[in-house]
């Protein structure tokens, strides 16, 4: 069956803009949480989202957001973009939200910001 | 929060040579994976393995829960198996659920 698909997989925007970032999870799977990958801080945890409902966040400012539809897709919001929003955005997927699971991850979106 | 470390951070090695990455975390985890991240950046699930052994192809991973540490073993090493290694670990109590991970082992193999 078909993977995580990520949408775009590459995006440039100036400072002060914003960007929307979607994810289609595997089949199945309900639960899609967010990633930001930079140099100097590694992977951090953004939110994570499981029947609509965002069910975990991470510690990132209020310009980060996002949602899931009914259908598990995901869409994750930055807004009054700063340089050091930089980076790879990395989404996982997982059938579950808690206690044992796997989770899959798409090819990532790379953001700069200029 | 919980620590995840990996050793060594760097690692470059001959091909054909065998190599151990370690991963040490420091609490109970509910769930732990490999990753293998590739040049264009995506993490491509290696092993599922919070307890116990696990082997497919040239690639094993242990996990001894109890001692709260992981190892990922690669033999007979390939220059597709460069890139950046990551063990991410889950805790298990409500309001935790997400995957912390180390800072990567970086593999080289060279030809």
């Known amino acids: 069956k078909a993977g995580v698909t990520q949408t775009p997989r590459y995006l440039i925007k100036t400072r002060g803009q914003q960007v929307t970032l979607s994810c289609s999870p595997i089949s199945g799977h309900r639960s899609v949480s967010w990633y930001q990958q930079t140099p100097g801080q590694g992977l951090q945890f953004l939110f994570e989202y499981f029947s609509e409902t965002q069910r975990n966040k991470g510690n990132f400012p209020g310009r980060f957001s996002g949602r899931q539809f009914s259908n598990s897709r995901s869409e994750m919001n930055v807004s009054t973009l700063e340089l050091g929003d930089s980076a790879l955005y990395l989404c996982?997927?997982?059938?579950?939200?808690?206690?044992?699971?796997?989770?899959?991850f798409g090819e990532g979106s790379r953001l700069t910001v200029l | 929060g919980i620590q995840v470390e990996q050793s060594p951070p760097d690692l470059i090695l001959q091909e054909g040579a065998n190599s151990t990455l370690r991963c040490n975390f420091s609490?109970?985890?509910?769930?732990l994976q490999w990753f293998h991240q590739n040049p264009w950046g995506q993490l491509i699930n290696l092993f599922y393995?919070?307890?116990g052994t696990k082997q497919n192809g040239r690639l094993s991973a242990t996990t001894v829960a109890t001692e709260r540490y992981s190892l990922l073993y690669i033999s007979s090493s390939q220059t597709t198996d460069s890139g950046v290694y990551f063990c991410?670990?889950?805790?298990?109590?409500?309001?935790?659920?997400?995957?912390?991970f180390g800072t990567g082992t970086r593999l080289t193999i060279i030809p």
């Open positions: 393995i919070p307890s």
């Open positions: 609490d109970s985890v509910n769930n």
């Open positions: 996982a997927t997982s059938e579950g939200y808690r206690l044992i699971r796997e989770l899959f």
């Open positions: 991410a670990v889950e805790l298990g109590d409500f309001g935790n659920e997400k995957l912390t």
